[in-house]
Nanobody, 123 residues
Framework: QLQLVESGGGLVQPGESLRLSCAAS??????VSWFRRAPGKERWAIGC????????WYAGSAEGRFTISSDDAKTTVFLQMNDLTLEDTAEYYC??????????????????WGKGILVTVSS
């Protein structure tokens, strides 16, 4: 059935990089967002890609280290994370809908959520 599946998480050391993948099955991708929820924190958007046009939006705190992209088939969306810090430890979620967020806490329009994947940054 319809699903979004994240992969690529795990344990990394500070300063290292990871690329997360969000693979869609049974979905037509339009706007795909990445969110994260750090321990004891709210869930906030990292960024979003409008797959058909490759238009992107990033939260101010993520821009510069995080990059969102899609594959040629427009069925998988990636989150490239560079120079990871301890504060990047969180559950990471991809989400699909008909619009990108307007701000980091905006979930309006999201129709499907992935289950989430853990990224732990530790020395």
């Amino acid at each position: 059935q319809l699903q979004l599946v994240e992969s690529g998480g795990g344990l990394v050391q500070p300063g290292e990089s990871l690329r997360l993948s969000c693979a869609a099955s049974g979905l037509v991708l339009d706007a795909v967002s990445w969110f994260r929820r750090a321990p004891g924190k709210e869930r906030w958007a990292i960024g979003c890609i409008r797959v058909r046009t490759d238009s992107k939006w990033y939260a101010g705190s993520a821009e510069g280290r995080f990059t969102i992209s899609s594959d040629d088939a427009k069925t998988t969306v990636f989150l490239q994370m560079n120079d990871l810090t301890l504060e990047d430890t969180a559950e990471y979620y991809c989400a699909a809908g008909f619009r990108c967020p307007s701000y980091a806490g905006d979930t309006y329009g999201i129709e499907h959520w992935g289950k989430g994947i853990l990224v732990t940054v530790s020395s």
